[in-house]
């Protein structure tokens, strides 16, 4: 990565030969190459926060409305810069700086958008973690990447400090809490009934110090500190990934990704100043990191935040609030847009119409995390706007496709490279062998019966796994001067340069756009004291795409209803995972089959249920 400096790099020229650049749907006006982006500009993200405040004059914009049941927060663009310069400078005067991990423990808020900011201030490396983790879950997080801060909501705090943080290489928690931002006077503050939990907070330790987000602010007077910071080999921020084998890894993002990819985005949805994007889906995540928070930051957009998706009829009232000239992008999981098109549908769209008018204000709505079927575009579209499917990675920054939101194009596919992307179909046992299908007229295997390996190359593609050499050889290689990412999705290309996916070579599982990991849920299923063996998999699910269930095995002498129960084990499981990794269903077979060299078979196990449910018979669990 030293020598990646320039997007005029052979490395990131994408062949405009191949079928996705003359196969007659790119769309007018977007370039190929993303040296060719206009303002595009490879440099640290503070400074590429800053640079879109004065290229755009938004400095007395409100760029950040929070929204918190009826009661709505506004914050400027220079009163949001002035909150980070105060936390970076309290950080750098408690010696974090360049390098240093801030774990942001938060959900979506001006408090995490603040943290965030003042990391990339003085070059710390901004954590994402989801703020639903049990304890369990934290203290892996935490472990992994020795973050020295942890920022977290009072409410929802879980490292008590007779179990988690000693445990860690932390040495600073910053508690806060939603109102440590509001402006508003206490009797209306105090009516939203936000709870201040305080008394949650133990006294700190020899372990750690405590210093709340409220006093940091108030007390803190910023300081102008210069970092020098590579964007091309220096981290942003550390994601928590699956990597290939469905072990939870951390993905090392740089500067330059992070940068990259907002670049690529942006001419693919002609996205503007003064647009609202929509922050329902949480910024420990990448797609709500790069396509909401970064790209309103960088690309002088609003972003409008929800601490948890809203009801539907919320989320409507607060768009009738908002003035929005430059319209709305609505970026979300499938779930959230047929919910919201059910609701219409309940409603009557005639009455709607009437009664709301965020179906005229939005423009472009984008869904990703999983797949967007057409039994949820098609009724959307009737109502609100066009809808595409983007696809990509947390290891691609992570958008590597979006369907062109004009001219032709085809449902069921991931759409194409965005600007400045290469893909190719490698053989999925074999990548030495070079591609299989490439799109150009040399290497133009299209079709089902060629299907492999999707890879991935470009500026967007992480650093690598942190402290993890085996599977980084593993998933990133070189091939024809060019870094590719092997995803880990099978699947094949088409004539005009659209892939499909036919598989998961990684056992993943979608659940309502959340990641589950199934050998993560297994280790901790194997830590109840009455399960002996377990394996998870993923089954269709109308309401979430897809549904956690395991297999178990007990320990010897155990039987299920007499010595535990299946609503026990489920108790159980809610009390250390997070919900959505809970198996919906556990079902106790008399053992798990197995391959001649040992290995669980999931797949035949889900396949025997999947049978099921497509012949209308009702699985166990």
């Known amino acids: 990565m030293n020598k990646m400096t320039s997007l005029e790099d052979d490395r990131f020229i994408v062949n405009e030969q191949k079928a996705w650049f003359t196969g007659g749907y790119w769309p007018e006006g977007v370039p190929k190459q993303l040296k060719d982006v206009e303002g595009i500009e490879i440099i640290p993200m503070w400074e590429g926060f800053l640079k879109s405040a004065n290229d755009y004059g938004i400095w007395d914009n409100d760029i950040c409305i929070f929204v918190y049941g009826p009661y709505m927060e506004k914050v400027k663009l220079k009163t949001l810069f002035e909150h980070a310069k105060k936390f970076g400078t309290f950080l750098h005067d408690q010696g974090i700086g360049k390098g240093d991990v801030v774990a942001i423990d938060l959900p979506n808020s001006i408090n995490f958008v603040v943290a965030y900011m003042g990391c990339m201030y003085i070059g710390a490396i ?56 509001f402006t508003a006077d ?41 970092v020098e910071i590579d964007p091309w080999v220096d981290p942003a ?55 909401v928070m970064n790209g309103a930051l960088s690309l002088g957009m609003v972003m409008l935040l929800f601490p948890k998706p809203p009801s539907d009829d919320v989320l409507s009232e607060t768009i009738n609030k908002l003035e929005t000239p430059k319209g709305i992008m ?14 219409v549908h309940e409603l009557g769209i005639e009455e709607y119409k009437q009664k709301y008018d965020f179906w005229k204000k939005l423009k472009y709505a984008t869904s990703g995390a999983g797949p967007l079927h057409d039994y949820v575009r098609v009724p959307f579209e009737e109502i609100f706007c066009p809808i595409r499917v983007g696809y990509g990675l947390t290891e691609t920054s992570p958008v590597t496709s979006v369907a062109p939101f004009w001219g032709p194009n085809k449902t069921g596919k ?70 590719w990412l092997l995803t880990g ?28 990991f199934p050998k993560e849920v297994e280790d901790y299923l194997g ?60 079902e106790v077979v008399r053992k798990l089959p197995v391959s001649m060299t040992g290995k669980v078979q999931r797949r035949e196990l889900q396949e025997k249920d999947i049978t099921k449910l497509e012949k209308g018979k009702s699985i166990k669990g």
Not at 425 to 432: A, C, K, R, T
Not at 472 to 480: G, T
């Open 237 to 291: 921020v550390y994601l928590m990934t699956g990597g290939t084998t469905g072990l939870p890894k951390v993905a090392m993002l740089s500067h330059a990704n992070l940068i990259a990819n907002l670049y690529m985005i942006k001419p693919w949805t002609n996205l503007e100043p003064g647009m609202v994007t929509i922050g329902s889906i949480p910024f420990f995540h990448s797609f709500g990191m790069t396509c």
């Open 186 to 226: 206490e009797a209306t503050i105090g009516a939203l009934g936000i709870p201040n939990a305080r008394e949650k907070i133990p006294d700190e330790t020899e372990d750690y110090k405590i210093h709340w987000m409220s006093d940091i602010i108030n007390n803190t007077e910023s300081k102008e500190i210069s």
């Open 489 to 516: 999705d099978i699947g094949f290309m088409d004539e005009h340069g659209f892939c499909e996916i036919r598989d998961r070579k990684k056992s993943l599982i979608k659940v309502a756009g959340h990641s589950v």
């Open 527 to 586: 830590k109840h004291p009455a399960i002996d063996e377990a394996a998870v998999a993923g089954l269709p699910d109308e309401k979430t795409g897809e549904k956690v269930k395991a297999w178990i095995t007990l320990k010897s002498g155990l039987k299920i209803d007499k010595d535990i129960t299946i609503d026990e084990i489920k108790k159980w499981c809610l009390e250390n995972m997070a919900k959505w990794k809970t198996p919906v269903l556990i």
């Open 126 to 181: 901004a954590q994402g973690i989801n703020p639903t983790y049990k304890p369990m879950e934290l203290l892996h997080s935490l472990t992994m990447t020795n973050a020295k801060v942890l920022v977290l909501m009072d409410m929802l705090y879980i490292a008590g400090s007779s179990t988690i943080l000693p445990k860690t290489s932390v040495e600073l928690l910053i508690p806060s809490n939603f109102t440590d931002f």
């Open 414 to 483: 991931l759409g194409l490279p965005i600007s400045g992307v290469d893909w190719a179909i490698f053989d999925s046992e074999n990548f030495d062998e070079g591609p299989i299908c490439d799109g150009t007229p040399e290497r133009n295997n299209f079709g089902v019966e060629h299907t492999g390996e999707i890879c991935v190359a470009g500026p967007h593609i992480m650093l690598g796994y942190l402290g993890v050499q085996e599977e980084q050889e593993d998933n990133l290689k070189m091939w024809d001067g060019k870094r």
């Open 330 to 343: 609505y970026t979300g999981v499938e779930m959230l847009f047929k919910r919201l098109t059910d609701y």
